[in-house]
């Protein structure tokens, strides 16, 4: 993936994407099992442009926050909802919360059993799981620890958990 329109340096290709493009790119790709090559295109001096390096320093803030979520995950385990994608490692579902419910209830799609534990990935703030009519949601603060992508952590009794 580029981070403007070309592969190499171009001085007038100013059409840089944002990091919400680019962090919402990685975490699509990662919950479908899959890497992200994010090309980086020096100047002829051997030069990153600010906007790649904004870009890569506000990458960085969210992976130190949220990396977890991402290193070393597998595709995930119950699709991918309207609302983000989950990724998943050994017995811990992440959800990756694009759109924060403005109700405050997080359905999680795809889940019949409510995980045993979930916290907010930003704050280890444990967060109320109700289950009603076969279906599974997380109640969240009203505001998210990210505008960009939030994570909620599900820790399940067992991986086979569906």
């Given amino acids: 993936?580029?981070?403007?329109?070309?592969?190499?340096?171009?001085?007038?290709?100013?059409?840089w994407k944002d990091t919400r493009t680019l962090l919402r790119t990685l975490i699509d790709v990662a919950s479908k099992g899959g890497n992200l090559l994010l090309n980086v295109g020096p100047t002829a001096d051997g030069l990153l442009p600010t906007p790649i390096l904004n870009r890569l320093g506000e990458i960085g803030s969210w992976m130190q926050v949220n990396g977890d979520a991402i290193y070393g995950t597998t595709v995930s385990p119950y699709g991918q909802p309207a609302w983000g994608r989950y990724t998943a490692k050994g017995s811990t579902v992440y959800a990756h919360v694009f759109d924060w419910p403005k109700n405050g209830r997080l359905e999680l799609t795809g889940m019949t059993e409510a995980p045993a534990r979930a916290y907010l990935l930003a704050d280890k703030h444990t967060l109320n799981i109700q289950r009603a009519g076969g279906?599974?949601?997380?109640?969240l603060p009203p505001v998210p620890p990210s505008t960009i992508a939030s994570v909620i952590v599900l820790e399940l009794s067992s991986r086979g958990t569906r």
């Fill in 1 to 15: 993936m580029t981070m403007n329109d070309t592969w190499g340096f171009k001085s007038y290709d100013d059409d």
């Fill in 135 to 139: 279906s599974v949601a997380v109640e």
